[in-house]
């Protein structure tokens, strides 16, 4: 199994910035990619951006310039680097860990709300 937890959503003003991170704990052999995805009140979740484990990226199209997706392998932690931010945005937010021999794991999900 392989543990999953998002951290640091919160409440800020539309141009701000926040950061989240991902850390993934347990048995983190053959973890691939990792990534995140968003899910506002009535609306499906998406994808919003991954990270392979090489270091290859891809970008949701609402996100691409403002928000940055990184990765530790060593911690076995991704890190999604919020800038501008819209209302839009608002959202919770959750991380997706991608293992190579039995699929996905998620985490429970941060809030982020973005005023305007």
């Known amino acids: 199994q392989v543990h999953v937890v998002e951290s640091g959503g919160g409440l800020v003003q539309a141009g701000g910035s926040l950061r989240l991170s991902c850390a993934a704990s347990?048995?983190?052999?053959?973890?691939?990619?990792m990534g995140w995805y968003r899910q506002a009140p009535g609306k499906q979740r998406d994808l919003v951006a991954t990270i392979t484990k090489g270091g290859s990226t891809n970008y949701a199209d609402s996100v691409k310039g403002r928000f940055t997706i990184s990765r530790d392998n060593a911690k076995n932690t991704v890190y999604l680097q919020m800038n501008s931010l819209k209302p839009e945005d608002t959202a919770v937010y959750y991380c997706?860990?991608?293992?190579?021999?039995?699929?996905?794991?998620w985490g429970q999900g941060t809030q982020v709300t973005v005023s305007s």
């Open positions: 997706r860990v991608q293992r190579n021999y039995d699929g996905d794991y």
């Open positions: 347990g048995s983190t052999f053959g973890i691939n990619a």
